[in-house]
Structure formats: structure tokens, C-alpha cells
């Protein structure tokens, strides 16, 4: 099955305490698609970039095996940036700069390669913009995951209750689930949810794991304890990218295969948050995110004998 990603592709400058980058290769459909590409998942983006975007990371990308004709270039313009400071804990951050730059006036174009297009992933763009995506495909995809935040809850609610009414799958964290919900339990947010149009609700949780909720079922996943963590920029994108792959790759959407399929996401973002940007994940191969997976069983398996 093709993965078509729908949002940004940027440039990050990020500090933590273990330290700085300049200007780095980030963006949401960046981080996605190249989750897919470890799991060998035909995928392709829709985006703008400036013409300060380089060609070498078009390059990069394309030589993964994702498909790039979507990436619109604006010579004259520049490409979305944002820099951002961690505080020690790594869950809290400080944005310092957002240059919205060509993503301002972004008029997505899906290339006839990337009409057929079975699973739909729409990252964190304005729902607008998200809605304007499904209107231009010619099919509309067997599954569409929707991935939004509380910005847009806040200055674009009406739109945003259009498009999570035509979405399958909604990715968001406890936050936004109580905030779109109006309810503190998230059980309880995630049925209000289901009400609105999506089958499956995942809230993420950040270091504490993640729930997928479906008809009245519950899975829980807990965040893999790790020796190294370095930035957490793109781990929620990771995880999106690991999440969506593994279904085009069983091409099935039971509770049970999403279930499996948020550990690979998990298990996945694991990976992201240990070196800078989307260093590692351009390095990790689909044998490491086996035996990652593996520790995710030994983590969660056990036998009690009362």
C-alpha cells in the first residue's frame, strides 16, 4: 500500500542540554516518511519548500525511496524554520523562532503518481489546508490519519470539527484530547471523541507510552526506558510514520494490527530522541527496529501466579 504525507518540510535549529545544532533538515512529513522508509513503505509528501532548501536532502530523500514530486520548490522564498530550547526534564521547551515563511500560503498539489494512494497521513498543517487535501484526491484513501494540536483548537475550531468529522484516525496528546473533549478523563475524552467521526482516537502521552481507544476497547503502550536522550524533536512525527507504515505494509486496519502497530511507531520514535534531528533515524535498519520491539515485549510480558 502507498502512504501519502501531507505537511511540513523544514529546517530545525534546536538546544538541549546535551547541546545545539544550526540549521538541521526537520519537518513533520520529513520524519514520517523517512519512519516509512525503514520499513521499505512506498510513500510520498506533498509540501513547499524555499529556495534555500537543499538539494542534497531532496536527494537524500529520494534515494530512500520516497516519492518527492509533491515538494514544491519556491525559488524566491524561504523555507519554514523554527528553533527551539528543551528545559533539563526534556518534556517542556521554549519556542524561540518561528518563520512560517512559504508554508504561509501552501496550496498542497498531489501528483497523479500519489492519486492511488491508500492510506492518507495529514500532519500538523492548518485543518483548512488538511480539508483542501481530501477534496483534490480523486478517491478518497481507505484510511485517513489526521494529526492536529491545540493551536488549531484554539483559532480554528469550526474547520478543524469539519475535518476530524472525514478522519479514520486521530493522533493527538492527553492535552488536546481533554481540551477538544472538555472532559479531564481520557477514557471518557476519547469516546467524545469517537463521536465526532474518527473509529480509532490515539493519545499520546509523551514519555509515560501511549492509548489507542476503539468501540469501547483500550490498548495501552508505555515509552521505552532509554540510556540516551538527546532531542525529542520529530519523536510524535516518528511515531506517526512508524504507525502508518506498518498498516500499508499488512494493508489491514483491525484493532489488532493497530495495536501492533503502535508499538513499531513507538518503538520507532524510540530511536529518534537519541542524536539530533533526523540523524539516527537516517541510520537505523529494519533489523534494529525488530530487536526494538523485542524489548517492548520484555517490558510489558509477564506471568503471575497468585
Do not use: C
Not at 506498518?246 to 502497530?261: I, P, Q, R, V
Request: hydrophobic letters at 45%.
Amino acid at each position: 500500500m502507498k502512504l501519502l504525507v501531507v505537511g511540513s518540510v523544514a529546517f530545525d535549529a534546536i538546544e538541549t542540554p546535551f547541546g545545539k545544532t544550526d540549521k538541521i533538515l526537520g519537518g513533520a512529513a520529513t520524519y514520517i516518511t523517512l519512519a516509512s522508509s525503514v520499513l521499505n513503505v512506498e510513500s510520498g509528501i506533498v509540501s513547499v519548500v524555499g529556495g534555500d532548501f537543499l538539494q542534497s536532502d531532496l536527494d537524500m530523500l529520494s534515494g530512500r525511496g520516497v516519492n518527492i514530486e509533491g515538494i514544491e520548490v519556491i525559488k524566491e522564498g524561504k523555507t519554514f524554520f523554527w528553533s527551539g530550547k528543551y528545559h533539563n526534564d526534556l518534556n517542556s521547551r521554549d519556542t524561540l523562532v518561528t518563520e512560517v515563511n512559504v508554508l504561509e500560503h501552501f496550496d498542497p498539489k498531489i501528483p497523479e503518481s500519489m492519486q492511488d494512494a491508500e492510506i492518507l497521513l495529514l500532519g500538523n498543517l492548518h485543518p483548512g489546508v488538511q480539508l483542501s487535501v481530501l477534496e483534490k484526491m480523486k478517491n478518497r484513501p481507505k484510511l485517513v490519519i489526521l494529526d492536529t494540536m491545540n493551536f488549531w483548537m484554539d483559532s480554528a475550531m469550526d474547520i478543524l470539527l469539519q475535518m476530524i468529522a472525514k478522519t479514520d484516525v486521530i493522533s493527538i496528546n492527553d492535552e488536546e484530547a481533554r481540551q477538544l473533549s472538555g472532559e479531564y478523563s481520557l477514557v471518557k475524552a476519547a469516546k467524545k471523541i469517537h463521536e465526532l467521526g474518527p473509529q480509532f482516537v490515539i493519545i499520546k502521552k509523551g514519555e509515560h507510552g501511549a492509548l489507542l481507544f476503539h468501540e469501547g476497547k483500550i490498548f495501552a503502550i508505555p515509552a521505552l526506558p532509554l540510556e540516551e536522550v538527546f532531542d525529542p524533536t520529530g519523536a510524535g512525527d516518528t511515531f506517526a510514520g512508524g504507525f502508518a507504515a506498518y498498516l500499508a505494509k499488512k494493508e489491514d486496519f483491525s484493532f489488532e494490527t493497530m495495536k501492533s502497530a503502535l508499538i513499531v511507531g513507538s518503538a520507532m520514535a524510540s530511536f529518534t530522541v537519541e542524536k539530533f534531528g533526523t540523524e539516527k533515524l537516517q541510520q537505523v535498519t529494519e533489523a534494529e527496529i525488530v530487536a526494538r520491539i523485542q524489548n517492548f515485549k520484555d517490558l510489558t510480558t509477564f506471568e503471575v501466579q497468585v
